[in-house]
């Protein structure tokens, strides 16, 4: 404390002198003592993250190990390097068990079907939204926009009776068309980082376009979606996360149609339930492997934008 | 009901659709031309329109609407009934249903749990991996993993860790000398401390990578001046640090208060079937799952909206007041 008042009464004086020198000056007259004090707090730190990291990352690697023991292996020592490697066990929970009659495989395939076309349905709807509004003047454009914002902002609770109510009316539920409706939304988080986008998107190119006779249509289509690639992408990686994980919308609607998540949920409870450890940890294993991938493949993307999200949500 | 949205729209854009920054075309080509735009809004703005105006609009109408009702098994219809639901959700919390007021005491709960653990410890770690602890990077890759992993896995190899028989946490404790270890799971409260213990553990690694970037994109000369300045680092947090990524902060605290009623993954899977752990969240959607009364069940969530939504935004807003948004 004392230096730091040192540091900063000097300040007056050498108002001349570089930044650089006054780092030198505050670093002469700090105390030995204070660094070493300073590096200490960052190790306990350090350690501090690393025991934190240990719990996120170890259940995972004891899990992938007892993975490809055999049952009879994993109940004499949970802690023992396996000693044959029985991949059979990822083999059987893929082919041999089933929920609601649909195999892990099955349910990938559902997974895969409901993800790519619920993200290609939202993406262009929210793209759809965002453009005409933030690029066409009409009245009601800045209502919508409030609108989407209200939507957005005012958190509503225990709407799923009603939406079953409505979905039941509509006869929308037990099919992947319902639940594909469902994540059409054009107004929701995607819509607010498209608006922004398309909204400093120069119209030059639009005029140029308009002026070669092209439509309004062509122009969105042809020139701006292509145009948006990069943010749609970004956009895109998250929301198609946010699917694939998805549980609740899937569990209701989809319920002889389990996706992975839910099935996965099932399927681990059944497995426990047998005693069937190692299977039951050949399942995890299998369920994250899509997520990881994808997480190797667009770190950058999936951290840069989720934290860009957290600012503006 | 479409076909009257479009109209709708059709007839507020109808002599007003103007483009903006273009140069103003030949008379008889500007009719033309307004009335494709026209075409062009309409059209494309039809379809999301319809999504929103059934599954936001409606479904709130809705909402309103069956929780006035009850299902008349004589005729096979829903009919109004006034306040009766309401009547029996306020009984149920005030003492008549042990399990409903459980349920949202334990709500209630996720909201100090989020916000005053979760939130300030995610902050202290956020700044200090901003800090440039050893291996800042590896962290906040690790750190982020829980958000993406899918919620079924994450719980289970969470609960799975602490079983009794085959977990290798209570090994690891027992190995640490620790000699009375409680069953984690087994009753209540111990149930729903695990849970918020989850809560914390999965949750505070998303809360970090957010926090740490929002603090990331402070220009470096303020931190470097704050350090020419010889401020400590308890200071340089607490005045500089928190106050320009409040924005994210608040955000994220608001969150935490909304989670008092979106709660309901970690309960249904850390501790299935059990009937103590339920949110408000989790008893409405366990009400569907099992085509329970859909209009008590409406009742019970515009209740809690109701009650609920008035004190968010006030905490909203007052968490916008401390400090003035900074443009940097």
């Avoid at chain 1, 569990?251 to 099935?263: D, E, F, K, Q, W």
């Avoid at chain 2, 999504?51 to 008349?72: G, K």
């Amino acid at each position: 404390m004392n230096e730091n008042m040192i540091a900063s009464n000097a300040r007056p004086e050498d108002g001349i002198r570089s930044a650089e020198e006054r780092i030198i000056d505050a670093e002469k007259l700090k105390k030995p003592h204070r660094k070493i004090t300073k590096d200490w707090a960052l190790w306990v730190v350090f350690a501090v993250f690393f025991l934190y990291a240990v719990t996120l990352v170890f259940p995972f690697v004891w899990m992938l190990f007892n993975s490809v023991k055999s049952n009879q292996e994993y109940f004499q020592n949970i802690w023992a390097f396996p000693q044959s490697f029985h991949i059979e066990n990822y083999t059987n929970v893929l082919l041999n068990y089933e929920v609601h009659n649909v195999s892990l495989i099955g349910m990938f395939g559902i997974s895969i079907i409901v993800t790519i076309c619920g993200t290609v349905l939202s993406l262009l709807m929210s793209s759809i939204a965002a453009y005409v509004i933030s690029k066409y003047k009409f009245i009601g454009r800045n209502a919508l926009y409030a609108l989407a914002v209200f939507v957005m902002a005012v958190p509503v609770a225990g709407t799923l009776p009603a939406q079953y109510n409505i979905m039941q009316t509509l006869h929308l539920t037990n099919s992947i068309v319902g639940v594909l409706i469902l994540y059409a939304s054009g107004f929701g988080f995607n819509f607010l980082i498209l608006y922004g986008f398309f909204k400093n998107l120069s119209w030059e190119y639009a005029e140029a376009a308009l002026i070669d006779g092209c439509s309004d249509f062509g122009i969105f289509f042809r020139i701006m979606l292509p145009m948006a690639k990069p943010a749609l992408i970004a956009v895109g990686v998250i929301h198609a996360i946010g699917l694939w994980n998805d549980y609740v919308t899937p569990s209701i609607y989809l319920p002889r149609l389990p996706t992975l998540a839910v099935g996965v949920n099932l399927l681990l409870s059944e497995l426990r339930g047998q005693s069937a450890y190692p299977e039951m940890f050949a399942t995890m294993i299998i369920a994250l492997i899509p997520i990881l991938v994808v997480f190797i493949c667009f770190q950058k993307t999936i951290m840069e934008n989720t934290v860009a999200g957290g600012l503006k949500g | 009901m479409s076909i009257r949205l479009e109209n709708a729209v059709t007839a507020e854009n109808e002599y007003t659709a103007e483009q903006p920054n273009s140069e103003k075309p030949p008379r008889g080509h500007r009719l033309n031309r307004k009335k494709r735009k026209l075409i062009f809004i309409v059209v494309m703005l039809a379809l999301p329109l319809i999504q929103l105006f059934i599954f936001w609009f409606l479904v709130n109408v809705n909402t309103i609407i069956m929780a006035f009702q009850e299902f008349d098994w004589s005729s096979g219809k829903y009919i109004f009934n006034g306040f009766d639901n309401f009547i029996r959700v306020f009984r149920e919390i005030g003492g008549e249903s042990a399990v409903t007021r459980r349920a949202v005491i334990n709500s209630v709960l996720y909201f100090p749990v989020t916000c005053f653990i979760s939130l300030p410890l995610s902050i202290l770690f956020s700044y200090f991996l901003y800090k440039k602890v050893p291996g800042s990077a590896a962290f906040r890759v690790i750190f982020f993993l829980p958000s993406i992993i899918p919620v079924a896995v994450l719980t289970m190899t969470f609960s799975f860790s602490f079983d009794a028989t085959l977990g290798f946490v209570n090994p690891i404790l027992r190995a640490l000398g620790v000699d009375h270890i409680p069953s984690w799971f087994g009753q209540y409260p111990n149930n729903q401390i695990m849970i918020f213990a989850y809560c914390i553990w999965a949750g505070l690694g998303t809360n970090i990578v957010l926090i740490s970037g929002a603090i990331s994109r402070i220009p470096v000369e303020i931190m470097e001046y704050s350090k020419l300045e010889g401020v400590s680092k308890a200071r340089e947090l607490f005045q500089i640090a928190i106050p320009l990524v409040w924005p994210t902060i608040s955000t994220t605290f608001v969150l935490g208060c909304t989670s008092v009623f979106t709660v309901m993954m970690q309960p249904l899977m850390l501790t299935p079937g059990s009937s103590d752990t339920q949110t408000i969240a989790l008893m409405i959607y366990n009400g569907v799952l099992n085509g329970r009364n859909l209009p008590y069940l409406s009742a019970f969530g515009l209740a809690m909206s109701v009650i609920g939504v008035p004190i968010i935004l006030v905490i909203k807003w007052a968490m916008g007041k401390p400090f003035a948004d900074v443009e940097y």
